[in-house]
């Protein structure tokens, strides 16, 4: 496939459905949730990505005028589609109508999905690149049995080999669109995801990463819980961002303390306190984007208590600071500027524990490294520095 930068992508949209399950006057992704309809809020988050070229939404019969109202201010919008009697067959429709342009990769998702987050959408347009055909999907928490129609246990698979599969769905568009017509000429018309009819096709489906706050709005409890999440993120609506700068030296020792996880190296970082530099860099971040000083005026190098402290007190305070203003921490991430240690082994660790001590999902962590080539102190293996960035959410006033 082509060059990441080169790649045209497009969005299709499924809305054709009626929500039996829910129920109401409407179908559920008309339904208004928090002041905009389920659709809206879908639509803007396509709308926002740039990458995306098109968007195309796939209605119901005598929707149009419900669509209309949901589709106000959204520019990459093409003209609706209808749909069919199946998902399925609305899928297809959906992607017939962007044979014409036909772009490089395709996304399909599910209007009653209107959490994904932008960063979902990149690792679905990466996964289409690397791989073609590409689902999101969550690893399953609860032990699951196969049934029989007299609700007899047949067979308890694995749940480590299991997962739950999202949208959006990712994948080259002529093979995605091959594979669509290949079913319906077959007269196969009952597969309910598109990973499942490329699978039908022949072709290997890749599973990424998907996110938990990504559901699918299909019961009334399911708008009940999307309510308050909705409101949440409206009342948080002051979103600042702060950023943290920090270096250490180095000097004798057999490990060193970056971002939490304890690694074996040949020297350790000097300091008051751990030393912890990538953890010192995101509290910094943190209190700069509330604007409450700065690490050494929260916990002084002159005062003794802090002798020898583990950083993820510091973190947890500037965290903690956020909480008491009634924020909320939406992204953290740091970049750690040294030769050595390698930190590609030890990421995952790092991710999951900054999100532990801030109290956040992994997937609103970052972590990175990078070297200098050789220049700089950093260069010179005389210590190590680490930059950081935080985005913050706090209510208005």
């Known amino acids: 496939m082509s060059d990441r930068a ?14 039996s399950r829910v129920g109401g006057a409407v179908p559920k992704q008309y339904r208004d949730l928090a002041g905009r309809s389920v659709l809206a809020r879908t639509l803007a988050l396509f709308e926002q990505h740039p990458a995306i070229t098109g968007i195309t939404v796939v209605i119901g019969a005598g929707d149009e005028t419900l669509f209309s109202a949901s589709a106000e201010g959204i520019s990459k919008l093409g003209d609706p589609v209808l749909g069919g009697n199946t998902r399925q067959a609305s899928c297809l429709a959906g992607l017939k109508a962007l044979a014409k342009t036909k772009p490089d ?85 009952t597969l309910t995801d598109d990973g499942a009819v490329a699978e039908w096709a022949g072709h290997p489906l890749h599973i990424f990463e998907g996110e938990a706050s990504n559901m699918k709005l299909t019961t009334e409890s399911d708008f009940l819980r999307a309510e308050q999440a909705a409101n949440e993120l409206s009342a948080l609506g002051d979103i600042r961002t702060g950023t943290g700068f920090d270096v250490h ?87 750690l500027l040294c030769e050595a240690p390698k930190i590609g082994p030890h990421r995952e660790a790092m991710r999951a524990r900054i999100a532990e001590i801030a109290g956040i999902a992994v997937d609103r962590v970052g972590v990175k490294a990078t070297t200098t080539e050789g220049l700089g102190f950093t260069g010179r293996r005389e210590g190590i520095a680490a930059m950081a960035s935080a985005t913050v959410r706090l209510p208005w006033g």
């Not at 916990?299 to 950083?311: E, I, T």
């Open 6 to 19: 080169e790649l045209s992508v497009a969005a299709v949209i499924v809305a054709a459905g009626r929500g």
């Open 105 to 189: 990769i395709v996304l399909l998702h599910d209007a009653a999905r209107p959490f994904a987050s932008l960063g979902l959408i990149n690792r679905a347009i990466e996964a289409a690149r690397l791989y073609g055909a590409a689902v999101p999907g969550l690893p399953v928490t609860d032990t699951i049995k196969l049934v029989d129609q007299q609700g007899l246990v047949t067979a308890t698979p694995e749940r480590g080999l299991l997962r739950a599969v999202q949208t959006p769905q990712a994948f080259d568009f002529d093979l995605i669109l091959s594979a669509h017509l290949a079913a319906a000429e077959a007269g196969i018309d």
């Open 249 to 335: 030296a180095f000097d004798e020792g057999d490990h060193v303390w970056l971002n939490g996880v304890e690694i074996p190296h040949e020297r350790t970082l000097k300091g008051h306190s751990d030393a912890d530099v990538g953890l010192h860099a995101l509290t910094d971040a943190i209190l700069g984007a509330i604007g409450d000083g700065d690490i050494g005026s929260h916990f002084p190098p002159s005062d003794p208590q802090w002798k020898g402290a583990s950083s993820d007190r510091f973190l947890a305070h500037a965290v903690g600071l956020v909480r008491a203003r009634g924020g909320a921490i939406a992204h953290l991430d740091v970049t």
